[in-house]
């Protein structure tokens, strides 16, 4: 079982940047990788993923053109760059390694089998 730590969490003013990262405790280079996050109230929903090899990425649209993310296989970690933060982007953010080297078309929770403790992100107006 691969275990995720995530770190990189804090409280930024809107506008600002933050950089999350995800390291495993054991290599997770053949399975996809994401980053889900949830609010208070709310339910855990996804934020980005990318395949195994980091070919191939895909974002919420609440995101898109706002976070990045990468990963380094050699270094077991997943990275997720997030720039021009808003209130909304509030929450708990997980890592979470997929069931499979390839996300989905339609990402879903259930898909993620292993998850981190989660790092709280907290952005203020």
């Known amino acids: 079982q691969v275990q995720l730590v995530e770190s990189g969490g804090g409280l930024v003013q809107a506008g600002g940047s933050l950089r999350l990262s995800c390291t495993a405790a054991?290599?997770?280079?053949?399975?996809?990788m994401g980053w889900f996050r949830q609010a208070p109230g709310k339910e855990r929903e996804f934020v980005a993923a990318i395949s195994w090899n980091g070919g191939s990425t895909t974002y919420a649209d609440s995101v898109k053109g706002r976070f990045t993310i990468s990963r380094d296989n050699a270094k077991n970690t997943v990275v997720l760059e997030m720039n021009s933060l808003k209130p909304e982007d509030t929450a708990v953010y997980y890592c979470a390694a997929g069931r499979r080297a390839f996300y989905p078309p339609v990402v879903q929770i259930s898909e993620f089998g292993t998850w981190g403790q989660g790092t709280q992100v907290t952005v203020s107006s």
């Open positions: 054991r290599t997770f280079r053949s399975y996809a």
